[in-house]
């Protein structure tokens, strides 16, 4: 598998461009526990980044999808993607990343080539998300929206606390938000290119999402529903319930 992309003799029109992805995976995951970087850790016997980058892939508007590596795993991956099978109307190319995750985004975009003008940035801990819900974003960009992201309502209500200084303290509540305004945000968010890439020039700090990037330039960010199995693996019990939904396809839907 070539380090570049493939060059392609058919291209979409700029109003049908197809879309790149960008999967930061250069974290450790200590939150899982000790061992592999959690993007590599297996979901049915299978790394949770090749779940990922089948679940980007799966969709037909994407033609790009960009792996940011730990700077001394770039190898690894490179020979993981090799040893399992992936679409081949979909290009790949693995970079390495950096100290943060916003910094391994940035390195992402910066290797897309040019004409890619839809991008979206995807969890690696996030294996199980439908295609259904990839293609609502890559749409709503298309549409004209110049940030989109996945989002479900919360079940739970939610309290804003002043927190504790010591560890299991009782905290004291401040307020109560609104619970139907609220929502819990996922990935793959999607951008308007030129939109990303402004975000990540002009935005400093550390924030824990690239759509926070875009809202600090004051620009708009628009939802679309996300869906109950794009949920983030990072604690074991996550997994368990990851193994058991994918359990469920592969004895329903053949998986």
Same mark, same amino acid.
């Given at each position: 598998m070539s380090d570049a992309a493939f060059p392609r003799e058919e291209r979409p029109s700029p109003s049908a461009a197809r879309a790149a992805v960008v999967i930061p995976a250069a974290g450790r995951g200590v939150r899982l526990? =000790?061992?592999?970087?959690?993007?590599l850790r297996t979901l049915g016997g299978t790394p949770m980044l090749i779940h990922a980058v089948r679940a980007m892939a799966a969709s037909r508007h994407v033609s790009l999808v960009v792996l940011v590596a730990p700077p001394?795993?770039?190898?690894?991956?490179?020979?993981?993607?090799?040893?399992?099978?992936l679409p081949e109307r979909t290009d790949f190319?693995?970079? =390495?990343?950096?100290?943060?995750?916003?910094?391994?985004?940035?390195?992402?975009?910066? !290797?897309?080539?040019?004409?890619? &003008?839809? $991008?979206?940035?995807?969890?690696?801990?996030?294996? *199980?998300?439908? $295609?259904?819900? $990839?293609?609502?974003?890559?749409?709503?960009?298309?549409?004209?929206?110049?940030?989109?992201? =996945?989002?479900?309502?919360?079940?739970?209500t939610v309290k804003e606390v002043e927190p504790a200084e010591a560890a299991g303290a009782p905290e004291p509540v401040v307020a109560t938000p609104v619970?139907?305004?609220?929502?819990?945000?996922?990935? =793959?968010?999607?951008?308007?290119? !030129?939109?990303?890439?402004?975000?990540?020039? &002009?935005?400093?700090?550390? $924030?824990?999402?690239?759509?926070?990037?875009? &809202?600090? *330039?004051? *620009?708009?960010?628009?939802?679309?529903?996300?869906?109950?199995?794009?949920?983030?693996?990072t604690r074991p019990l996550d997994l368990v319930l990851a193994e058991a939904v994918l359990a469920r396809r592969r004895r329903n839907d053949g998986f």
């Open positions: 526990g =000790p061992g592999a970087p959690k993007a001394d795993g770039v190898a690894e991956v490179r020979s993981l993607l090799d040893s399992h099978s190319l693995v970079v =390495p990343g950096g100290a943060t995750r916003q910094e391994s985004v940035r390195l992402g975009l910066e !290797a897309l080539p040019a004409g890619s &003008e839809v $991008v979206l940035v995807h969890d690696a801990a996030r294996p *199980l998300v439908p $295609v259904e819900t $990839v293609d609502a974003v890559i749409e709503a960009v298309r549409a004209g929206a110049g940030a989109v992201v =996945p989002a479900l309502p919360l079940a739970d619970r139907a305004r609220l929502r819990a945000v996922q990935t =793959p968010q999607g951008f308007d290119r !030129a939109v990303l890439t402004r975000a990540h020039q &002009e935005v400093e700090g550390e $924030v824990t999402d690239d759509a926070s990037m875009v &809202e600090r *330039l004051g *620009l708009g960010v628009v939802t679309v529903p996300g869906h109950e199995e794009a949920f983030k693996v």
